[in-house]
């Protein structure tokens, strides 16, 4: 089945909602559709061995659900059944009845069924389907789809599911991202992850894959896939979660009917409740959902945060609140392998946010320090914009293992497959563009992506046609696709430059009257008194201390002549004297107050120093400078700094560490991009 005939039978699935309008808006139409495909999936596949298993049900009814479990899966050959007379073709035998009995159908299945129509919500919209008499109408049309395994093998089925729920999505309008990753995306993510492991083939060999953020399962039935291509007798376990009950339903679905393990997909939330907080996994795939707010649990993870930092899941650092992208990686690194029992690897999707959101010290940086220090991060791919269907941004692959071949160690391999892409024939939603996969006489631009990944070579290059601006005419040019780096050199050092503070001083009228609007002078004349009386006089003493000190002042003026210090000690020690004259015993943030008032930047004063004779910062002309790892920040300072203003120095006391990934920085640029690469 290719995938065109995967989406015409979507497409007539979908179809089957004219029958539900009026009823339904258009974003309900999927309450319907999801559960009555996954329903007729298991229908069809229960079909064949339906007479044998209540057969064997009337010997063993009554007995312990232990027993009657066993026996029913043994005759069914798949992980459920379903003990009622009914199938979904007999239902329609009964008009008046159809409602009750598709429900006691359903509730005739396994308890692991159950669980999935449960979340489903599905016995309100029978309900709802039969006070609107179209329940009848729904259920003939879905009875003439053939879901047989013959028909549709569970692979094809899984695509299935992903249309419809593509469509869903686009009608509900869904957040970018949200339950459904593209097939070509997870092949080319899965390539990347499992193509450099060389034991996949030993039969005795166990993998446990895991995706935080499942789904409705297509990552784990990708790598699953990939898995039983190179050794058909493999049996991997699958884990996942999600805490959306639509997609968990459908994954569980999936699961049951492939016959895995279901209670290994999880419900929850997967940042507050951890389903597998005691778990290592052999391979880590997600494509979490695109700047997704981590409000919501925000009290769960900074506790977390702080209990337990590195020993928990969010040690390194807690990223901005409006995004928790980074949250995904540091869960899926809390759960990798000792590299002692074979280590891990771990795939996950982007956008550009987490390449470089966060200044030095921030939350964001500091995660990407501790992957990049810790050497775990392999490699980053940036992918064709226009690939996912409901947002066309820019999307990275970022693979991240602490079990780096040798000639990978401290190292980091950045390569640009933007240009890597084939125009669809329709566009679907946002997404135009789609990665040739090899099929359908498609070129497999997944094998030379993850060939390039594998050859691991700095500067690679392929040539692309590209239409130039203006004309439009197209020009073939050869564009590097790879670079490796050192870890060093995504790192630098955020340096703060001072530079001395200069002021001059004068007890003039104009600067006198500048007073009024210094803060601590205003806080003499105020009073934070509850009694009104009290608060009265306190207010009132203020303000003659406040004359005292305007006196204090005019007359040093006219005692100096209004001179203008060009030294702030010499004018502190002029005012120190007149003060003691006069008995005003200046206080600390009277003195302070004066200063800001009276004193004003001049690049020709003297600097003015601290108690130990160090200049003092001016605020006003400090500035930071990103200075590369790898470079010398004094001779940084030497070259760039002091050449052009020759008092600066370093305050070496406020330079942070920080790490970013410009990927964008280092390959060809080129407006509004037109590539055939077909």
Known sequence: MTTETHRQMAIFIWGICNLLRGPYKRNEYRKVILPLTVLRRFDCILEPTKQGSLKEYSKIKGKPESIIKAKMEQVTGVKFYNLSKLEFSTLLDDAN??????????NNFSSNVRDIFDRFEFEDEIRKMAEKNILYQVIKKFSKIDFSPVKVDNLQMGYIFEELIRIGAEQSNEEAGEHFTPRE????????????????????????????????????????????????????????????????????????IKGHD???????????????????????????????????????????????????????????????????????IAKMENIEDGGSRIGIVFNGSPLFTGDAGSGESEIRRWIIENDWLEAIIAMPDQLFYNTGISTYIWVVTNKKLKERKGKIQLIDARNFWIRMTKSLGNKRKQIGDGEDGRPNQIAEI?????????????????????????????????????????????ITVDRPLRLNFQTSEERIALLEDITAFQNIASSKKKDENIRIKEVEAGQQRQETIRVLLRDLGKAKNEKLYKDRKSFLIDLREIDRAKEVKLNANELKGILEALGERDETAEICRDKKGKPEPDPQLRETEMVPLKESIEEYLKQEVLPHVPDAWIDHSKTKIGYEIPLNRHFYKYESPSLNNS
């Open 185 to 256: 995306v997870i092949k080319l993510m899965v390539d990347l992850l499992l193509s450099p492991e060389d034991d996949l083939a030993e039969s005795f060999k166990v993998k446990k894959i895991y995706d935080p953020a499942c789904g409705t399962g297509g990552m784990l039935s990708e790598a699953e896939q990939y898995l039983k291509q190179l050794n058909k007798d493999s049996q991997p376990h699958l884990y996942g979660q999600d805490w959306n009950d639509e997609a968990w339903a459908i994954c569980r679905s999936d699961m049951v």
């Open 97 to 106: 009845q159809i409602a009750p009995n598709l429900n006691s159908y359903i």
């Open 450 to 494: 993850t060939t390039i990944y594998g050859n691991f070579l700095n500067d690679e290059a392929r040539t692309f046609k590209i239409k130039e601006n203006g004309n439009g005419e197209e020009k073939e040019k050869e564009l590097i696709v790879c670079k490796v780096f050192d870890n060093e050199d995504f790192g630098y050092n955020k």
């Open 262 to 332: 279901e209670e290994k997909i999880q419900l929850g939330d997967t940042f507050s409740k951890d389903a597998y907080s005691n778990d290592k996994f052999d391979y880590m795939l997600a494509n979490p959902p695109f700047g997704v707010s981590w409000k919501q649990q925000e009290k769960n993870i900074k506790s977390e945060a702080a209990l337990l930092g590195y020993t928990g899941r969010f040690g390194a650092g807690l990223p901005r609140v409006n995004d928790g992208a980074l949250l995904f990686l540091q869960h899926m």
